[in-house]
């Protein structure tokens, strides 16, 4: 795998970003909603559960631009149809990912 996300890298994780009916999604999107810390020991056990493998992109997620993300949800929207990866790629949500994504670190390092 290289050090730059692609839908291929999404995929297996597709029921996360369904988990939440789109509806919901873009509720919480809106309101800047920290998502991670609502479901605090959920995220740390599935982050506890990840293999070598998956640390690897999660690191790569953590390191990557918002818009790189976004670009990442917009091909997998084209691909899907699925709504929330057209939730997660829309612009006006990009300070909801950061927050999020600012979260997990925090969770890392704790």
Same mark, same amino acid.
């Given at each position: ?36 810390? /609502?479901?605090?020991? !959920?995220?740390? *056990?599935? @982050? ?9 992109? +999660?690191? $790569? ?17 084209? /691909?899907?149809?699925? !709504?929330?990866? *057209?939730? @997660? ?9 950061? +927050?999020? $994504? ?9």
């Amino acid at each position: 795998m290289s050090d730059k996300l692609s839908y291929e890298d999404v995929k297996p994780y597709e029921q996360l970003f369904t988990a939440t009916p789109a509806f919901l999604l873009e509720r919480f999107a809106k309101r800047k909603t920290n998502f991670v810390s /609502k479901f605090k020991s !959920k995220v740390v *056990k599935f @982050l506890d559960s990840l293999n070598d493998d998956q640390k690897r992109k +999660l690191d $790569i997620v953590l390191n990557s631009d918002t818009h790189e993300l976004q670009a990442v949800m917009a091909d997998a929207y084209e /691909k899907t149809n699925i !709504k929330q990866y *057209k939730i @997660l790629a829309n612009p006006k949500y990009e300070e909801f990912i950061e +927050l999020n $994504i600012n979260e997990i670190e925090k969770l890392l390092t704790e």
